[in-house]
């Protein structure tokens, strides 16, 4: 794991290294967030930061704020089973129900 104090006070952190410490601190999601924040600040396409961020806020329970995430995610990847499978479980977790089922509906044809 990254030293996340030597990484921060380093002006010339790359984005892989703050999303490394992002994923560290996955437990503790609202600091994880400030770091998915961070890389894409520097990287407003990096894909491992917008699933990332989507997961947490899903995880926090915001599944609204997560969405667009998932949606920026999949304009980059339209194929990524695994936004597709968050973004249909965050549209369900809100009841929205029909549209759930057209994301999950196009994973299948990718697995």
């Given at each position: 794991?990254?030293?996340?104090?030597?990484?921060?006070?380093?002006?010339?952190?790359?984005?892989?290294?703050?999303?490394?410490?992002?994923?560290?601190?996955?437990?503790?999601?609202?600091?994880?967030?400030?770091?998915?924040?961070?890389?894409?600040?520097?990287?407003?396409?990096?894909?491992?930061?917008?699933?990332?961020?989507?997961?947490?806020?899903?995880?926090?329970?915001?599944?609204?704020d997560a969405i667009p995430y998932y949606?920026?995610?999949?304009?980059?990847?339209?194929?990524?089973?695994n936004a597709l499978i968050n973004k249909?479980?965050?549209?369900?977790?809100?009841?929205?129900?029909?549209?759930?089922?057209?994301?999950?509906?196009?994973?299948?044809?990718l697995i």
């Amino acid at each position: 794991m990254i030293d996340s104090f030597q990484v921060l006070s380093n002006k010339s952190t790359t984005s892989e290294q703050l999303l490394e410490i992002g994923e560290s601190l996955y437990v503790e999601v609202t600091e994880a967030i400030d770091y998915y924040n961070k890389v894409l600040a520097l990287d407003p396409n990096n894909t491992g930061a917008l699933y990332d961020k989507g997961l947490a806020l899903d995880v926090l329970g915001l599944h609204r704020d997560a969405i667009p995430y998932y949606d920026k995610l999949l304009s980059v990847e339209p194929d990524n089973i695994n936004a597709l499978i968050n973004k249909g479980s965050a549209l369900a977790d809100l009841g929205r129900y029909s549209e759930a089922i057209e994301y999950f509906d196009k994973v299948l044809p990718l697995i």
